[in-house]
């Protein structure tokens, strides 16, 4: 777990630790709740979030409390692992959602509930900017003590507000959150305890400096590896007035207690800020939001690639009959979505007139333009500054981000300036030497300029310097001999691509895929390259296929951190893919940073959002409900599918 420049790292086996620290609060990061609740976390937390007696018991009290019937409509907030949901399913018939920060969670929770039979609505998101229309839900729970974990008590306010916002006219939340007055008087200083036969858990804890907070140190230490975990966390500390005044500066009425609650922890040690909570309910006196307040973005116009031009990028370069085929599906899925009119422009010859002639009558274009403006890869940042001109609001990153990420070296840069690891490489001119270079092989050559692959085939991999200067002359000939040519190590562990829906306040982050080369002749280079992607009678595209990636978790966690942090620092927008491959010690490298990568029904994308059992519409219509968010938080629709 990465903590900034003075926290711990975690690694595969064994973690750096600090050692003694005399101040918690001063390794204390703003944003720990991003990364610490993964299948350690279960481990530690098993003796009251892993045991269905205390679930049971818990859903038993909130259903009595807030008296839910059959039809009502449930969203859980922080859900976790969705053990409330889950055990609230089997009770009755309702309609039910959860939304977490945790992937790892997520994940988990849609597995189970999908292995029950049971039908809940899991997703991955920020629960101070909820992806639900206003006036959607009966009752709005936050339980587990899940509630408090951000920096400043502006962000508990926002919390509030969306439950209020999303909460139907006489709906209610229910908090289920640590007693902080008892916690303050009565935390264990220091403690530990045994959580299975190999594993055990040190943990210390103070109050930050204004009192306001309890922080926590927990040390996990494997019998046989050493300390795996070293990392830091705190809540705030809510007295029942305090949390009454907060709860009513965000428009509640009524708050009411009901009782204190404890866990009957059959392991009975260190129970932490769940040793005591109490249970609170508020209601949304209001009236219902406005159809204006609600409005729907409607009339949605699709730029794509000019079907009657040229296009290098493709093998005879024209559209074929597969390309035709692709649009027709993408148009069948995108008539699958509810309360949309689209139109669709691909006359690059009339391009600008038609935009300004729909200028004020588009409420979103869903940009599809990859090919670029006139099927010029290098005018791909062209669509979108027309828009931007025009005014006129659109799906996907904005010209800046386009830029950066068609150069890969300059990403390279931007990746290493912001500490995410990349291949070992360098950049050759048209008047450097090849002959006169120290190069480790074997390496692989690229256009540093291009992207869908454009010039990387099985011959771009080198193992001496004739084959590598056979490949850049290739090169060179097809790009042309003043373009920079990257010359990278070439990585033999697993490839891998990590996909981003949202933006950084609430997204997605799909199931990571990996490339599967089990079946490709022992003779040819392991890449994903032009041959796997455009030529049928390669046996490439006959060969490999995607998989479900099958990493170590620390490795996944890697990859996730990484990919976002590079989302946030390119300003990537809406939908995004990363592109990796492991070293040979199984260390992530970046490959590539692909903004509004390819939207086809059976393109990379669209395979790991079918893991995350979403279909095609369904993944058209979350870069939809990406962009409406962003651009009106606080009011974009919810998409439906038939």
């Known amino acids: 777990?990465?903590?900034?420049?003075?926290?711990?790292?975690?690694?595969?086996?064994?973690?750096?630790?600090?050692?003694?620290?005399?101040?918690?609060?001063?390794?204390?990061?703003?944003?720990?709740?991003?990364?610490?609740?993964?299948?350690?976390?279960?481990k530690t937390d098993a003796d009251v979030v892993e045991d269905p007696r205390i679930t049971e018991k818990e859903?038993?009290?909130?259903?009595?409390?807030?008296?839910?019937?059959?039809?009502?409509?449930?969203?859980?907030?922080?859900?976790?692992?969705?053990?409330?949901?889950?055990?609230?399913?089997?009770?009755?018939?309702y309609n039910l959602f959860g939304l977490d920060r945790s992937r790892y969670l997520i994940q988990r929770a849609r597995r189970i509930s999908k292995e029950k039979g049971l039908s809940i609505?899991?997703?991955?998101?920020?629960?101070?900017?909820?992806?639900?229309?206003?006036?959607?839900?009966?009752?709005?729970?936050?339980?587990?003590?899940?509630?408090?974990?951000?920096?400043?008590?502006?962000?508990?306010?926002?919390?509030?507000?969306?439950?209020?916002?999303?909460?139907?006219?006489?709906?209610?939340?229910?908090?289920?959150?640590?007693?902080?007055?008892?916690?303050?008087?009565?935390?264990?200083?220091?403690?530990?305890?045994?959580?299975?036969?190999?594993?055990?858990?040190c943990r210390e804890r103070s109050l930050a400096q204004d009192n306001e907070r309890l922080i926590t140190r927990e040390i996990i230490t494997h019998s046989e590896k050493g300390v795996i975990v070293d990392q830091f966390y705190a809540e705030r500390l809510y007295t029942k007035e305090q949390l009454s005044d907060l709860i009513e500066r965000a428009n509640f009425q009524k708050v009411s207690f009901h009782g204190n609650t404890k866990p009957e922890s059959l392991r009975d040690q260190d129970l932490g800020m769940m040793e005591q909570r109490f249970i609170l309910t508020a209601n949304a006196v209001k009236e219902r939001t406005s159809q204006k307040n609600q409005?729907?973005?409607?009339?949605?116009?699709?730029?794509?690639?000019?079907?009657?031009?040229?296009?290098?990028?493709?093998?005879?370069?024209?559209?074929?009959?597969?390309d035709f085929d692709t649009i027709e599906k993408l148009v069948e899925a995108l008539n699958k979505l509810d309360n949309y009119k689209f139109n669709y422009l691909n006359n690059h010859k009339?391009?600008?007139?038609?935009?300004?002639?729909?200028?004020?009558?588009?409420?979103?274009?869903?940009?599809?333009c990859d090919e670029g403006f006139e099927n010029d890869a290098t005018k791909e940042l062209h669509i979108p500054s027309l828009l931007e001109m025009l005014n006129i609001p659109y799906t996907g990153s904005n010209p800046q981000t386009l830029a950066y990420c068609y150069d890969k070296s300059l990403i390279r840069?931007?990746?290493?300036?912001?500490?995410?690891?990349?291949?070992?490489?360098?950049?050759?001119?048209?008047?450097?030497?090849?002959?006169?270079?120290?190069?480790?092989?074997p390496v692989i050559a690229k256009p540093n300029f291009g992207d869908s692959s454009f010039g990387i085939t099985k011959n771009n991999v080198a193992h001496s310097v004739e084959e590598l200067a056979d490949a850049i002359y290739r090169i060179r000939k097809q790009f042309g001999y003043a373009k920079p040519?990257?010359?990278?190590?070439?990585?033999?562990?697993?490839?891998?691509?990590?996909?981003?829906?949202?933006?950084?306040?609430k997204y997605t982050v799909l199931p990571i895929i990996e490339e599967d080369y089990s079946n490709l002749p022992d003779h040819l280079p392991k890449i994903c390259g032009y041959e796997a992607k455009w030529l049928p009678d390669s046996p490439y595209m006959n060969a490999l296929k995607s998989i479900p990636a099958s990493i170590p978790p620390h490795t996944e966690q890697a990859l996730i951190h990484h990919s976002l942090k590079l989302f946030k620092r390119l300003d990537c927008r809406d939908y995004c893919r990363f592109d990796w491959r492991l070293n040979s010690k199984g260390e992530p490298k970046l490959l590539e940073v692909n903004p509004n990568p390819g939207w086809c029904w059976?393109?990379?994308?669209?395979?790991?959002?079918?893991?995350?059992?979403?279909?095609?519409?369904?993944?058209?219509?979350a870069i939809l409900d990406a962009a409406a968010m962003r651009l009106n938080p606080r009011n974009y629709p919810k998409i439906n599918v038939d």
């Not at 038993?60 to 969203?75: A, K, P, S, V």
């Not at 009966?138 to 974990?149: A, E, P």
């Not at 409607?298 to 597969?322: I, Q, T």
């Open 59 to 93: 859903v038993t009290t909130f259903h009595e409390i807030l008296n839910i019937e059959d039809g009502n409509t449930i969203l859980d907030l922080a859900c976790g692992q969705g053990r409330h949901l889950i055990e609230l399913a089997t009770r009755g018939s």
């Open 485 to 505: 040519i990257l010359i990278e190590e070439f990585l033999t562990g697993a490839e891998l691509s990590v996909g981003v829906v949202g933006n950084t306040e």
């Open 350 to 368: 009339t391009l600008v007139s038609d935009l300004q002639q729909i200028q004020d009558k588009a409420d979103i274009v869903l940009n599809l």
């Open 121 to 201: 609505a899991f997703k991955e998101g920020d629960i101070r900017k909820l992806p639900y229309p206003a006036d959607s839900f009966d009752y709005v729970t936050n339980l587990g003590n899940s509630f408090g974990y951000f920096e400043t008590l502006d962000d508990d306010i926002k919390i509030l507000e969306e439950i209020f916002r999303v909460l139907k006219p006489g709906g209610k939340v229910l908090l289920d959150i640590a007693d902080g007055s008892y916690i303050r008087e009565n935390f264990t200083p220091r403690s530990w305890e045994w959580i299975d036969d190999k594993h055990f858990v």
């Open 1 to 42: 777990m990465e903590k900034g420049s003075n926290q711990v790292q975690k690694s595969s086996k064994h973690s750096k630790t600090l050692g003694p620290v005399e101040s918690l609060e001063q390794y204390l990061t703003s944003d720990w709740w991003k990364r610490i609740f993964n299948s350690m976390y279960l």
């Open 602 to 621: 059976d393109g990379h994308l669209a395979k790991m959002c079918s893991l995350a059992e979403m279909d095609y519409s369904q993944m058209l219509g």
């Open 413 to 441: 840069g931007i990746a290493t300036e912001v500490d995410v690891p990349v291949a070992d490489a360098f950049v050759i001119t048209e008047n450097e030497k090849l002959f006169e270079l120290n190069v480790p092989f």
């Open 295 to 322: 409005k729907k973005v409607r009339n949605v116009v699709v730029v794509m690639g000019d079907p009657s031009l040229r296009d290098a990028v493709k093998p005879d370069a024209v559209f074929d009959s597969d």
